[in-house]
């Protein structure tokens, strides 16, 4: 069984930051990639950021120059710096991981249960 619990979102006014967290547990035994995704209302589930086991990553054009995503592979950790955040950025933000839980065996998608960011003056 594998966890994966954000943190970090809230209110915040345009212009403003926010750092996502999500921590991964559990049986893993090698992760391919962490990252985010994000969904407004009305609105499909769309790719934020996302970095891969050697380091490389991918952005959205929409958040390129404003979001870092980092990882913390002893921690099994992905963080999300979130700045110059603007009113299209309010959505839920679910953290993926991409991973396997055992050796011979392929990846599988796992997913958070979501945290709300809200940018609004």
């Known amino acids: ?55 490389s990553t991918n952005y959205a054009d929409s958040v390129k120059g404003r979001f870092t995503i980092s990882r913390d592979n002893a921690k099994n950790t992905v963080y999300l710096q979130m700045n110059s955040l603007k009113p299209e950025d309010t959505a839920v933000y679910y953290c993926n991981a991409v991973l396997s839980t055992r050796w011979g065996v392929g990846t599988d998608d796992y997913w958070g249960q979501g945290t709300q960011v809200t940018v609004s003056s």
């Open 1 to 55: 069984q594998v966890q994966l619990v954000e943190s970090g979102g809230g209110l915040v006014q345009p212009g403003g930051s926010l750092r996502l967290s999500c921590a991964a547990s559990g049986r893993i035994f090698s992760i391919y990639s962490m990252g985010w995704y994000r969904q407004a209302p009305g609105k499909q589930r769309e790719l934020v950021a996302a970095i891969f086991s050697g380091g």
